[in-house]
Every structure is written in structure tokens, then in C-alpha cells.
Nanobody, 120 residues
Framework: QVQLVESGGGLVQPGGSLRLSCAASGSIFSIYFMGWHRQAPGKQRELVAA???????GYADSVKGRFTISRDNAKNTVYLQMNSLKPEDTAVYYCNVKSIMERGRRDESWGQGTQVTVSS
């Protein structure tokens, strides 16, 4: 199994910025998908941003132009840079990693979640 450790959440004022990190560890051969999901109280969990092994990115319409997903392959880490934050961005953010382990087995893992609160 892949272990994921998330960091970077917290309380920020509207218009502010945060950078989330998710580091993967384990007997990983390769990671072919990394993404960030979020879930707000009373709402369904949604995919916010994703990046493939080839570097292709995708974003939810609600965050386009404000959020940027990136990765560091050497560190098996994915980042989410969040700018111009709005109260509507308040949620628990989860990273998701799909990988191939060293002996060829596919794996999907989720981070523990990190709280992002945007408020005055």
C-alpha cells in the first residue's frame, strides 16, 4: 500500500493563498495519476484538480484560473497552489494517488484530508 501524507491546510482570509502538499511513499514503481478532491459540509465530494504521468492537467470549473496542480516526480509529491481563495473553497481536501507497485500490482490510495477554511 502507498502511504500519503498531506500538509498545508489552515485558516486564510478571502483573497489569500495556500499551498497543499501530498507526499507518497511505499514500494512504488510508478505513479500514473495524482489528484485533489474536496468535500464541504452537506456537499458531495468533488474532483478539484488532477495531473497525469504525462503532465496533462484538468480542473473543475469552479477553480479554473485560481488553482494550479503540479508534481515533483523525484519526490513522489503533488502540490495544489490555491490563490484568490473564496469562502466557497472551504472544505476538507484529499489527495488521491493511483500507482503501480514494484511487483506490478496496481494501487489506489487516499490522503487523510486537510482542512481549508476561508473566512474573515
Amino acid at each position: 500500500q502507498v502511504q500519503l501524507v498531506e500538509s498545508g491546510g489552515g485558516l486564510v482570509q478571502p483573497g489569500g493563498s495556500l499551498r497543499l502538499s501530498c507526499a507518497a511513499s511505499g514500494s512504488i514503481f510508478s505513479i500514473y495519476f495524482m489528484g485533489w478532491h474536496r468535500q464541504a459540509p452537506g456537499k458531495q465530494r468533488e474532483l478539484v484538480a488532477a495531473i497525469s504521468s504525462g503532465g496533462t492537467t484538468g480542473y473543475a470549473d469552479s477553480v479554473k484560473g485560481r488553482f494550479t496542480i503540479s508534481r515533483d516526480n523525484a519526490k513522489n509529491t503533488v502540490y495544489l497552489q490555491m490563490n484568490s481563495l473564496k469562502p466557497e473553497d472551504t472544505a476538507v481536501y484529499y489527495c488521491n494517488v493511483k500507482s503501480i507497485m514494484e511487483r506490478g500490482r496496481r494501487d489506489e490510495s487516499w490522503g487523510q484530508g486537510t482542512q481549508v477554511t476561508v473566512s474573515s
